[in-house]
């Protein structure tokens, strides 16, 4: 059973940088073909992706958001991390850490941590 879970500051400053780091047990983030994504959900906008890490360590990020992000790892300790810098109000939102199975597949997110919710205020 592999269990994801997400920590980090809950208030950030607008300007400033967010950054959660995502905890996995159960399954390692070097294990051939997974993808370990960032995701958001706010009341308006509803799920968005924001980019992963995979299992060899590349990155990708949401073109919206690229800019801005940066994901990285932690392998001695089965972490990653998520960057984002310049925060404003509109970045508030669940954030959510979730495992993805690239190719061959299943293309499917079997796993996701419980959220943490981030408010960007002054």
């Known amino acids: 059973q592999v269990q994801l879970q997400e920590s980090g500051p809950g208030l950030v400053k607008p300007s400033q940088t967010l950054s959660l780091t995502c905890t996995v047990s159960?399954?390692?983030?070097?294990?051939?073909?997974?993808?370990w994504s960032w995701i958001r959900q706010s009341p308006g906008k509803g799920l968005e992706w924001i980019g992963y890490?995979?299992?060899?360590?590349?990155?990708y990020y949401s073109p919206s958001l690229k800019s801005r992000t940066s994901i990285s790892r932690d392998t001695s300790k089965n972490q990653f991390t998520l960057y984002l810098s310049s925060v404003t109000p509109e970045d508030t939102a669940v954030y959510y850490c979730a495992r993805f199975r690239g190719d061959p597949g299943p293309h499917e997110y079997d796993y996701w941590g419980q959220g943490t919710q981030v408010t960007v205020s002054s």
């Open positions: 890490i995979t299992y060899i360590g590349s990155t």
């Open positions: 159960g399954g390692s983030i070097t294990t051939n073909y997974y993808y």
